[in-house]
């Protein structure tokens, strides 16, 4: 078996041995919205998150797959960018108006001003950002299995300037940060959990 899937699978059997024990749900929110860049763990750590919280997990990018039956490569294959980006913001709306959810967007979402002022303004709604530099992202992008499937970073240089132009919005968004850096992803939920649970 592969090492990434021999981590997806001692990690699964952690939680299961854990899921007995739920985390208590954050007193003050509704919604946790895991906020970063490609490979910042947004889908990794919000499943663990929610299977701890007792909370359904949506993942932005499965969503539009699931309402479009179309996979993301495929949506900006055959209709662009754009498209997808207004895919993108409708399924944001639609999943925030839900309770008891966490959220890992995709790290293209803080980028649109509406996506931003929809994530601002939706009561008990708390934004984690999953930091680190970007060639630790990079690097773990590139391990995982459908490495070639982020069509935005297919070029490096390209997704480099998307990294330093989303960072702000990342920051500006964030009630929690995060430092992923040098953690595993055991590690990063723990200090999730550290965070939105205080
Ligand atoms: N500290 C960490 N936190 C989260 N994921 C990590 C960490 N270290 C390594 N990883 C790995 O990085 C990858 C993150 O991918 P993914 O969850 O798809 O990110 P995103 O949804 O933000 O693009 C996974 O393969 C995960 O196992
Ligand atoms: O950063 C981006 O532009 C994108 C990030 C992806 O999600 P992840 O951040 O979960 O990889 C996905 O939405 C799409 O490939 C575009
Ligand atoms: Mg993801």
Redesign the pocket.
């Known amino acids: 078996m592969a090492a ?1 899937a021999l ?1 997806e699978v001692s990690m699964e059997k952690t939680m299961s041995s854990q899921s007995a024990r739920l985390a208590p749900a954050p007193a003050a929110f509704d919604r946790l919205v895991l906020t ?10 919000g499943a663990l998150l929610a299977k701890h919280l007792g909370w359904t997990f949506l993942d932005l990018d499965h969503e539009i797959e699931r309402r479009t039956g179309q996979t993301v490569p495929g949506l900006f294959a055959q209709h662009g960018e754009s498209h997808f980006r207004r895919l993108e913001s409708s399924a944001l709306a639609s999943v925030l108006g839900r309770r008891h959810v966490v959220i ?1 967007l995709g ?1 293209g979402v803080p980028e649109e001003l509406g996506n931003r002022l929809l994530l601002e303004q939706t009561p008990r709604t708390a934004v984690v950002y ?1 930091e680190a530099p970007f060639e630790e992202l990079l690097e ?2 590139l ?2 299995p459908n490495a070639t499937e982020r069509p935005n970073l297919a070029d490096t240089v390209l997704a480099a300037q998307r990294f330093a132009r989303r960072q702000r919005h990342y920051e500006h968004l964030a009630r929690f940060r995060v430092v ?1 850096t040098g ?3 055991l ?2 939920l723990d200090d999730v959990l550290a965070v939105a649970l205080r």
């Open positions: 990434a981590i970063g860049f490609m490979g910042s763990g947004k889908t990794t750590i890992a790290g999953l773990r992008c391990r995982q992923t953690r595993t992803a590690e990063t």
